[in-house]
């Protein structure tokens, strides 16, 4: 059960928030799925709650004066509120927000760079290789071998995501993630169970094992499908605990703080692969986050109070 204890009691503290949600990245309509959710819960314990639709309307209104705060349910890059853009901006402004900051935003919405430092500090991550736009990829695909997978270097949501398992299919899968801003990612594929690991403040939450009934836990498997199972917690004894403390240390590595996602392959010998963090998770009917609470004992509305909370910073 979880140990976290309320910082603050009384729903007038927070004053009036402003729940950004949609945005303009590719990921607008998970993000108004979260927003909605979030944006209930916390009007239901009281909070002066309100919806605001993108960067431009919330800064508008910061500026105005009409927010003390803000809970950030953006997802994703280019307006969406994910990549440190938006954190720098609230942070010029001396407005409280929700989770990461800007370097730990950017960082993790950058899985390339996001690897290299877990490199540097020898966390297990999947064989990469960057792809600037234009990047000889037969090229790079020989040196990470099949299969692999082929994505967006800055998105989220499996976006733009593709396994390949063979040289014929190579061109299509970077055709499909090109179609979305920045540069490419190739990874080695791990073939194994897909984890993921969710951080609220200090606290570590029960892993989930995730189990699509495809062969791979794409979009539709996140956000569609009714027939994805859910084991949680995802692993037991010493393999939890030490999922759990590689998942923290990758969170912290990156500079994250306040609430994310950690997002792990465990392969066939049971070793642990780093894919990713997430700062703005997402928190529909069928997200991580809310699913791993629960087995902790925090129901949705006590989630959203405690994610709002982590706007009051340490020594703040």
Same mark, same amino acid.
Request: charged share 20%; glycine share 10%.
């Given at each position: 059960?979880?140990?976290?204890?309320?910082?603050?009691?009384?729903?007038?503290?927070?004053?009036?928030?402003?729940?950004?949600m949609g945005g303009s990245s590719a990921e607008r309509e998970v993000s108004l799925d979260s927003g909605r959710n979030v944006l209930a819960a916390l009007r239901a314990r009281g909070i002066d709650a309100h919806a605001i639709d993108g960067i431009p309307a919330l800064l508008d209104a910061l500026r105005a004066g009409h927010f003390a705060r803000v809970f950030n349910i953006l997802h994703g890059q280019h307006g969406g509120g994910e990549d440190g853009v938006l954190q720098g901006a609230l942070e010029s402004l001396n407005v409280p927000y929700t989770g990461s900051g800007v370097l730990g935003s950017a960082l993790s919405m950058d899985k390339?760079?996001?690897?290299?430092?877990?490199?540097?500090?020898?966390?297990?991550?999947?064989?990469?290789?960057?792809?600037?736009?234009?990047?000889?990829?037969? /090229? &790079?695909?020989?040196?990470?071998?099949? @299969?692999? *997978?082929?994505?967006?270097?800055?998105?989220?949501?499996?976006?733009?995501?593709?396994?390949?398992?063979?040289?014929?299919?190579?061109? /299509?899968?970077?055709?499909?993630? /090109?179609?979305?801003?920045?540069?490419?990612?190739? =990874?080695?594929?791990? =073939?194994?169970?897909?984890?993921?690991?969710?951080?609220?403040?200090?606290?570590?939450? @029960?892993?989930?094992?995730?189990?699509?009934?495809?062969?791979?836990?794409?979009?539709?498997?996140?956000?569609?499908?009714?027939?994805?199972?859910?084991?949680?917690?995802?692993?037991?004894?010493?393999?939890?605990?030490?999922?759990?403390?590689?998942?923290?240390?990758?969170?912290?590595?990156?500079?994250?703080?306040?609430?994310?996602?950690?997002?792990?392959?465990?392969?066939?010998?049971? $070793?642990?692969?780093?894919? =990713?963090?997430?700062?703005?998770?997402?928190?529909?009917?069928?997200?991580?986050?809310?699913? &791993?609470?629960?087995?902790?004992? *925090?129901?949705?509305? =006590?989630?959203?109070? $405690?994610?709002?909370?982590?706007?009051? $910073?340490?020594?703040?």
């Amino acid at each position: 059960m979880s140990t976290i204890v309320n910082k603050i009691n009384d729903p007038a503290q927070f004053g009036r928030v402003a729940v950004v949600m949609g945005g303009s990245s590719a990921e607008r309509e998970v993000s108004l799925d979260s927003g909605r959710n979030v944006l209930a819960a916390l009007r239901a314990r009281g909070i002066d709650a309100h919806a605001i639709d993108g960067i431009p309307a919330l800064l508008d209104a910061l500026r105005a004066g009409h927010f003390a705060r803000v809970f950030n349910i953006l997802h994703g890059q280019h307006g969406g509120g994910e990549d440190g853009v938006l954190q720098g901006a609230l942070e010029s402004l001396n407005v409280p927000y929700t989770g990461s900051g800007v370097l730990g935003s950017a960082l993790s919405m950058d899985k390339t760079r996001s690897k290299r430092v877990w490199q540097s500090l020898g966390l297990s991550t999947p064989t990469f290789v960057a792809l600037p736009r234009g990047s000889d990829v037969h /090229a &790079a695909a020989q040196r990470v071998g099949f @299969p692999l *997978i082929v994505k967006p270097a800055c998105e989220g949501s499996s976006v733009g995501v593709t396994r390949v398992f063979a040289e014929k299919d190579l061109d /299509a899968a970077v055709a499909l993630a /090109a179609k979305y801003p920045g540069d490419l990612l190739m =990874e080695t594929l791990i =073939e194994g169970d897909e984890l993921t690991v969710a951080i609220l403040g200090r606290e570590v939450l @029960p892993s989930i094992h995730i189990v699509p009934k495809a062969a791979f836990y794409d979009y539709n498997a996140k956000y569609v499908a009714e027939d994805t199972q859910y084991i949680c917690p995802g692993l037991e004894g010493v393999a939890e605990e030490e999922l759990r403390a590689l998942s923290l240390a990758a969170f912290d590595a990156l500079g994250c703080a306040g609430w994310g996602r950690v997002d792990v392959m465990r392969d066939r010998n049971g $070793r642990n692969w780093l894919l =990713e963090v997430n700062t703005a998770p997402g928190m529909t009917s069928h997200s991580l986050v809310p699913k &791993a609470a629960a087995v902790a004992g *925090i129901d949705y509305q =006590e989630l959203c109070w $405690r994610v709002l909370e982590t706007s009051f $910073r340490e020594g703040a």
